[in-house]
């Protein structure tokens, strides 16, 4: 079955850089969550979106901003990185269609290094 | 402030034996409880949902709600080395369905061969 496709899978950058990640939601998904998840730490719920509206926000640093896209693809923009900033980033998809529970599938993930 | 409480292990249980993890949540009116499954450097991978009080069953895989004392559980039967790994326990509130999943620590569960 089809999952999650986020990219890129690996990035460095520097610090005060930018970074786009890309999120493509499981097929007929219409809900797309991001998650931050640091060295030995759980994952921490960033924001999310239903039919390209904000739906929740967690702990989203200001420097960062998302939207998502016609097509359900969301993308995150990280700008002014920090070394902190350092994590792997999930992205999650659900359906909110009736017959459909909500549950969270998870992408592979992108590690983000900061230099 | 929602907060999920894990026993962060490790927990170490003989192959072929039944684990038991547990969770507890301090928001009362969560709605929906899922067990994630996450090995070293990969993504989390739900095992189980549960949203009403009682048993869940899954193959070797069981869930446990008890909304009164706010606590769930996940037991893994027949134990295999494979499931060697750790066990996240997320919750989500009585939000809109879009809500963000606030997860606990995770158990880490070792099942020696």
């Known amino acids: 079955a089809a999952g999650v496709i986020q990219s890129p899978r690996h990035l460095i950058k520097e610090k005060r850089e930018t970074a786009t990640l890309k999120c493509y939601p499981i097929?007929?998904?219409?809900?797309v969550y991001w998650y931050q998840q640091g060295p030995g730490q759980d994952p921490q719920f960033l924001i999310s979106?239903?039919?390209?509206?904000?739906?929740d926000k967690g702990s989203i640093p200001d420097r960062f901003s998302a939207q998502q896209f016609s097509d359900y693809h969301s993308e995150l923009n990280m700008s002014s990185l920090e070394l902190g900033d350092s994590a792997l980033y999930f992205c999650?998809?659900?359906?909110?269609?009736?017959?459909?529970?909500?549950?969270?599938?998870f992408g592979p993930g992108t590690r983000l290094t900061v230099t | 402030q929602k907060e999920v409480e894990q026993n962060s292990g490790p927990l170490s249980v003989p192959e072929g034996a039944i684990a038991s993890l547990n969770c507890t949540y301090s928001?009362?009116?969560?709605?929906?409880f899922f067990w994630y499954r996450q090995y070293s450097g990969k993504s989390p991978e739900l095992i189980m949902s549960?949203?009403?009080?009682g048993d869940k069953e899954d193959g070797r895989f069981t869930a446990q709600l008890n909304k009164a004392s706010q606590y769930v559980s996940l037991l893994i039967r027949d134990s295999q080395p494979s499931d060697s790994a750790t066990y996240l326990c997320?919750?989500?509130?009585?939000?809109?369905?879009?809500?963000?999943?606030?997860f606990g620590k995770g158990t880490h569960l070792i099942i020696q061969p």
């Open positions: 999650a998809s659900s359906a909110q269609i009736a017959g459909y529970n909500n549950e969270q599938y």
């Open positions: 097929p007929r998904h219409d809900t």
């Open positions: 979106f239903y039919e390209k509206m904000q739906s």
């Open positions: 928001d009362r009116v969560s709605q929906s």
């Open positions: 549960i949203y009403s009080n």
């Open positions: 997320a919750v989500k509130g009585s939000g809109g369905g879009a809500d963000g999943l606030t």
